[in-house]
């Protein structure tokens, strides 16, 4: 019997353990599932309860090592929802090397591609079918079909669970999902977190110029609080030329992601080098203190320090608009 035969009678024994439409299992060209777009839970009669069910059926199936094939890397594509910003970093590369050393370790899990026959979609381990795909070998998976619900609400979990996603990148990934019309339920879901959370995340997500979270990359190290702050940052700016400074600088592009997002934050402090206010003490000749001035910025604060400072005050103030009124026949005057 050969291999490909040996695996089909395998996965006949295996039928009655997999959820619904998995009894044609094979390394031959899936069968398409319909490509059920976002917003039509309620179209198909599933609950977020069941779409949460399936995705724990598949992470169990997973898990179970239940018919594991082993498929082409090539065959391989994405998801349609990105949830990672391409950054090898320490971690892709400690990831690279173990399994460069000891082959993969756990599969991935796969749906056969709605649109594209003989191809698979990545529910998730997309680092891991990149890393293998560079050494050149097939990729162990686990084929179960998945609505397009049930694909993001498995791949944010496992994420999640993973602790894999830096903030921004769940930012990213709630913000594709709401684009593509995904009701906010389902991105609850596949993100585990509450109405509150999301809503706090997808503003974020929003604030900060998608050209400028690329450039940076997932920055794991920093979390909510200094993504707000850089957005923050960046809405203060007058112009964008110091933005463009940083981002041009051959040596942010050389750092690492954390690096990155470090320089970019710095670079664009609020008054950056700006002097600190001034205080100067006006007196008499005789040495009495009569008043401060405070310079910063473009703002000058006279404070009245003289004793009877309030009549000194009330008079100064009763001489503003002849000040003034002098101040601008000077300033028109020919020089």
Same mark, same amino acid.
């Given at each position: 019997?050969?291999?490909?035969?040996?695996?089909?009678?395998?996965?006949?024994?295996?039928?009655?353990?997999?959820?619904?439409?998995?009894?044609?299992?094979?390394?031959?060209?899936?069968?398409?599932?319909?490509?059920?777009?976002?917003?039509?839970?309620?179209?198909?009669?599933?609950?977020?309860?069941?779409?949460?069910? /399936?995705?724990?059926? +598949?992470?169990?199936?997973?898990?179970?090592? =239940?018919? &594991?094939? %082993?498929?082409?890397? @090539?065959? !391989?594509?994405?998801?349609?929802?990105?949830?990672?910003?391409?950054?090898?970093?320490?971690?892709?590369?400690?990831?690279?090397?173990?399994?460069?050393?000891?082959?993969?370790?756990?599969?991935?899990?796969?749906?056969?591609?709605?649109?594209?026959?003989?191809?698979?979609?990545?529910?998730?381990?997309?680092?891991? /079918?990149?890393?293998? +795909?560079?050494?050149?070998?097939?990729?162990? =998976?686990? &084929?179960? %079909?998945?609505?397009? @619900?049930? !694909?993001?609400?498995?791949?944010?979990?496992?994420?999640?669970?993973?602790?894999?996603?830096?903030?921004?990148?769940?930012?990213?990934?709630?913000?594709?999902?709401?684009?593509?019309?995904?009701?906010?339920?389902?991105?609850?879901?596949?993100?585990?977190?509450?109405?509150?959370?999301?809503?706090?995340?997808?503003?974020?997500?929003?604030?900060?110029?998608?050209?400028?979270?690329?450039?940076?990359?997932?920055?794991?190290?920093?979390?909510?609080?200094?993504?707000?702050?850089?957005?923050?940052?960046?809405?203060?700016?007058?112009?964008?030329?110091?933005?463009?400074?940083?981002?041009?600088?051959?040596?942010?592009?050389?750092?690492?992601?954390?690096?990155?997002?470090?320089?970019?934050?710095?670079?664009?402090?609020?008054?950056?080098?700006?002097?600190?206010?001034?205080?100067?003490?006006?007196?008499?000749?005789?040495?009495?203190?009569?008043?401060?001035?405070?310079?910063?910025?473009?703002?000058?604060?006279?404070?009245?320090?003289?004793?009877?400072?309030?009549?000194?005050?009330?008079?100064?103030?009763?001489?503003?608009?002849?000040?003034?009124?002098?101040?601008?026949?000077?300033?028109?005057?020919?020089?």
């Amino acid at each position: 019997m050969s291999r490909k035969d040996t695996l089909k009678a395998m996965l006949t024994r295996r039928t009655d353990e997999l959820p619904g439409g998995n009894s044609s299992l094979e390394l031959a060209a899936p069968t398409p599932v319909a490509h059920v777009r976002s917003g039509a839970v309620g179209a198909m009669g599933r609950s977020l309860g069941q779409i949460a069910t /399936a995705a724990e059926r +598949a992470r169990a199936l997973v898990a179970s090592g =239940a018919a &594991v094939v %082993d498929i082409p890397a @090539e065959k !391989l594509l994405g998801s349609f929802a990105q949830d990672r910003l391409d950054d090898e970093g320490t971690e892709y590369e400690t990831l690279f090397n173990a399994i460069k050393e000891s082959g993969q370790k756990s599969p991935i899990l796969v749906r056969p591609h709605p649109d594209r026959p003989d191809y698979y979609q990545i529910a998730y381990g997309h680092r891991r /079918a990149k890393i293998l +795909a560079k050494l050149g070998r097939p990729v162990r =998976a686990v &084929v179960q %079909d998945l609505t397009d @619900e049930e !694909l993001v609400v498995i791949q944010g979990q496992e994420n999640s669970a993973r602790k894999d996603l830096s903030y921004i990148e769940r930012g990213l990934f709630a913000m594709t999902l709401e684009d593509q019309g995904f009701d906010r339920a389902v991105i609850m879901s596949a993100l585990s977190m509450e109405k509150t959370q999301l809503s706090r995340l997808l503003a974020l997500a929003k604030s900060v110029p998608k050209s400028v979270v690329h450039a940076i990359g997932p920055a794991p190290k920093a979390g909510r609080p200094r993504w707000t702050a850089l957005a923050e940052r960046l809405s203060e700016l007058p112009d964008m030329s110091p933005l463009d400074e940083v981002l041009a600088d051959p040596k942010f592009q050389q750092a690492d992601t954390d690096q990155r997002f470090v320089r970019l934050f710095n670079a664009i402090a609020p008054n950056r080098g700006a002097a600190k206010p001034r205080k100067v003490a006006v007196k008499t000749d005789a040495g009495n203190k009569i008043a401060t001035v405070e310079r910063g910025g473009d703002t000058v604060t006279i404070i009245v320090d003289a004793d009877g400072s309030r009549e000194f005050g009330e008079f100064i103030a009763a001489k503003l608009l002849e000040l003034y009124q002098q101040f601008e026949e000077n300033k028109e005057a020919p020089i």
